[in-house]
Antibody, heavy 123, light 111 residues
Framework: QVQLVESGGGVVQPGGSLRLSCAAA????????MHWVRQAPGKGLEWVAV????????YYADSVKGRFTISRDNSRNTLDLQMDSLRVEDTAVYYC????????????????WGQGTTVTVSS | EIVMTQSPLYLPVTPGEPASISCRSSQSLLHSNGYNYVDWYLQKAGQSPQLLIY???NRASGVPDRYSGSGSGTDFTLHISRVEADDVGVYYCMQTRQTRFTFGPGTKVDI
């Protein structure tokens, strides 16, 4: 079935780096835009980044722009999020999510979500 | 950045009764193509979010038809025609009209 599985979370000190990965299965990964969304403990959802199906377009939230980099490998069906210069406020559960259509869109909606991976930034 | 607001932030509901949540954006979400770029998500306790409505009024696959979305421009509403016990959770609206997508603060719905 359609599935997204995140990995790579952990505890890191402020200023450190971490790389998250999302493994996709059950759909033609190369045809869909992919997102990262996060949720700080006890807080609401915050969109982080999106990459188009072919990797040519990527967009970031202001809070992570210049520190986080989204990438994908369509041959391995994986989506990554490289997180550098981490801050305490980056502590959150990070979800990857699939764009709903294969029309080349990145902004119609996210219809499949992973279970999330937890990132804790603390000294 | 487009700011999304929701009301109420807490909504007590009664099974079998209708319910609605309002979402307002600081800028119009209506594109010249006629689509309103607003989605609705439900996050049940301990679970990942799930898509309910996309592009303002389109129900996602598998979503019960008691859910519907309406509105245009800057004012949107999620309607539940007859609340069921399984509908409890936090509901979020999200704008995708501008590429720095933003969520509303969430509305907690409880029986």
């Amino acid at each position: 079935q359609v599935q997204l599985v995140e990995s790579g979370g952990g505890v890191v000190q402020p200023g450190g780096s971490l790389r998250l990965s999302c493994a996709a299965a059950g759909f033609v990964f190369r045809n869909y835009g992919m997102h990262w969304v996060r949720q700080a403990p006890g807080k609401g959802l915050e969109w982080v980044a999106v990459m188009s199906y072919d990797g040519t377009n990527k967009y970031y939230a202001d809070s992570v722009k210049g520190r986080f980099t989204i990438s994908r490998d369509n041959s391995r069906n994986t989506l990554d999020l490289q997180m550098d210069s981490l801050r305490v406020e980056d502590t959150a559960v990070y979800y990857c999510a699939k764009e709903i259509t294969n029309y080349g869109t990145v902004n119609y909606g996210m219809d499949v979500w992973g279970q999330g991976t937890t990132v804790t930034v603390s000294s | 950045e487009i700011v999304m607001t929701q009301s109420p932030l807490y909504l007590p509901v009664t099974p079998g009764e209708p319910a609605s949540i309002s979402c307002r954006s600081s800028q119009s979400l209506l594109h010249s193509n006629g689509y309103n770029y607003v989605d609705w998500y439900l996050q049940k306790a301990g679970q990942s979010p799930q898509l309910l409505i996309y592009l303002g009024s389109n129900r996602a696959s598998g979503v019960p038809d008691r859910y519907s979305g309406s509105g245009s421009g800057t004012d949107f509403t999620l309607h539940i025609s007859r609340v069921e016990a399984d509908d409890v959770g936090v509901y979020y609206c999200m704008q995708t009209r501008q590429t720095r997508f933003t969520f509303g603060p969430g509305t907690k719905v409880d029986i």
